[in-house]
């Protein structure tokens, strides 16, 4: 009901049998049935991310054969590094084995503690990363941890990330795997119209409220600036001279004659109905836990209640915890100094 993630975590060994994982997998779900954990949409990662070597997929395979969809954190066997820089500019794949298919996230894992010297690529790739956290140590130096908290942060705005939990991850990845895009152009040369619908059907991992959440990079030549182009998507934002937009349902680019300057939804990130107005918007969460939608630098307020108001160098960014939920955005004068919860 709080909205925490729960998931198994895999013990294994680079020497271990397929006997002795299956037996890890048979102990793993048995725990989770006593303690009546909800498992409908199963999977894993692995204690220190230790993987058998004693075949090229064996630990996947067990895997697969007991039901799990997605894995979310391994490592090859025989590596002497936790997941870090080899793994910087990795991105999810899907692996067929004997046991069935199961999605391998195969993302960068981060150390909240770690320099983020070389991460700079995984951003700037804008590879999806899981930051790795054990909250249970702050005990030991809670200033320090607050403080590696606060860099990770920075880390995420300055690279756009959207925050989400490995399950909400693993279903954005499918939808996106799974996106037929179709590109018609205007008979006048005019504009581009961009319209997104879900590919083949059958696969578990597919949500159809992520489906219709899915977005769109355009990187333009270097004669086209952001104030050249007019789009009428209810999500979108212009990051590093590239144009991202929500698609949501269909939209059209065209050239524009004089720049946009109202302010605008610049990222949402969970599945949500959006509404949009010369006045504002209304955004519907279709999924709960940590919801977040930022505006861009338009002032813009809420008197939805919950949420907390925040200005970044984003934007002004909205977030709150909890159900599913409404908020109203208001494009008008907007408190824009500190933060406030209405």
């Given at each position: 009901e709080n909205h925490y993630s729960l998931g198994v975590h895999f013990m294994t060994h680079e020497h271990a049998s397929a006997e002795h994982e299956r037996t890890e997998m048979e102990l793993q779900l048995a725990a989770f049935e006593k303690y009546g954990i909800d498992l409908s949409f199963p999977?894993?990662?692995?204690?220190?991310?230790?993987?058998?070597?004693e075949g090229p997929v064996q630990t996947y395979s067990v895997q697969a054969e007991a039901g799990m969809l997605w894995n979310s954190g391994a490592k090859v066997p025989g590596s002497d590094r936790q997941p870090g820089p080899e793994t910087v500019l990795s991105l999810p794949?899907?692996?067929?084995?004997?046991?069935?298919?199961?999605l391998m996230l195969n993302v960068p894992t981060l150390f909240v503690s770690d320099n983020y010297t070389w991460?700079?690529?995984?951003?700037r790739s804008e590879a999806p990363i899981c930051a790795y956290y054990h909250c249970d140590n702050m005990y030991k130096d809670a200033e320090r941890k607050e403080a590696d908290i606060q860099t990770f942060a920075a880390y995420a705005r300055r690279f756009r990330y959207n925050p989400v939990t490995?399950?909400?991850?693993?279903?954005?990845?499918?939808?996106?795997?799974?996106?037929?895009?179709?590109?018609?152009?205007?008979?006048?040369?005019?504009?581009?119209?961009?319209?997104?619908?879900?590919g083949a059907g059958g696969n578990p991992l597919l949500d159809p409220e992520y489906e219709q959440s899915v977005g769109l990079?355009?990187?333009?030549?270097?004669?086209?600036m952001s104030f050249d182009v007019s789009v009428d998507a209810d999500v979108f934002n212009w990051f590093n001279g590239s144009l991202y937009v929500g698609l949501n349902r269909p939209?059209?680019?065209?050239?524009?004659?004089t720049p946009e300057e109202t302010a605008h939804i610049t990222r949402i990130n969970l599945p949500a109905e959006v509404e949009t107005?010369?006045?504002?918007?209304?955004?519907?969460?279709?999924?709960?836990?940590?919801?977040?939608?930022?505006?861009?630098?338009?002032?813009?307020?809420?008197f939805s209640e919950g949420w907390t108001t925040r200005v970044t160098t984003e934007g002004t960014v909205f977030t709150k915890f909890g159900d599913p939920g409404s908020l109203e955005l208001h494009w008008d004068e907007a408190d824009r100094y500190g933060e406030k919860t209405n």
């Amino acid at each position: 009901e709080n909205h925490y993630s729960l998931g198994v975590h895999f013990m294994t060994h680079e020497h271990a049998s397929a006997e002795h994982e299956r037996t890890e997998m048979e102990l793993q779900l048995a725990a989770f049935e006593k303690y009546g954990i909800d498992l409908s949409f199963p999977g894993i990662n692995h204690h220190t991310w230790h993987s058998s070597g004693e075949g090229p997929v064996q630990t996947y395979s067990v895997q697969a054969e007991a039901g799990m969809l997605w894995n979310s954190g391994a490592k090859v066997p025989g590596s002497d590094r936790q997941p870090g820089p080899e793994t910087v500019l990795s991105l999810p794949y899907y692996l067929d084995t004997d046991g069935g298919t199961i999605l391998m996230l195969n993302v960068p894992t981060l150390f909240v503690s770690d320099n983020y010297t070389w991460l700079s690529a995984t951003g700037r790739s804008e590879a999806p990363i899981c930051a790795y956290y054990h909250c249970d140590n702050m005990y030991k130096d809670a200033e320090r941890k607050e403080a590696d908290i606060q860099t990770f942060a920075a880390y995420a705005r300055r690279f756009r990330y959207n925050p989400v939990t490995e399950e909400q991850l693993v279903k954005t990845v499918a939808a996106a795997y799974n996106m037929d895009l179709t590109v018609t152009g205007e008979t006048d040369g005019s504009g581009l119209r961009f319209e997104a619908k879900p590919g083949a059907g059958g696969n578990p991992l597919l949500d159809p409220e992520y489906e219709q959440s899915v977005g769109l990079k355009i990187t333009f030549s270097d004669d086209i600036m952001s104030f050249d182009v007019s789009v009428d998507a209810d999500v979108f934002n212009w990051f590093n001279g590239s144009l991202y937009v929500g698609l949501n349902r269909p939209v059209t680019i065209t050239g524009a004659d004089t720049p946009e300057e109202t302010a605008h939804i610049t990222r949402i990130n969970l599945p949500a109905e959006v509404e949009t107005s010369e006045s504002g918007a209304t955004v519907s969460f279709l999924e709960g836990g940590m919801m977040q939608v930022a505006v861009d630098d338009g002032l813009c307020r809420t008197f939805s209640e919950g949420w907390t108001t925040r200005v970044t160098t984003e934007g002004t960014v909205f977030t709150k915890f909890g159900d599913p939920g409404s908020l109203e955005l208001h494009w008008d004068e907007a408190d824009r100094y500190g933060e406030k919860t209405n």
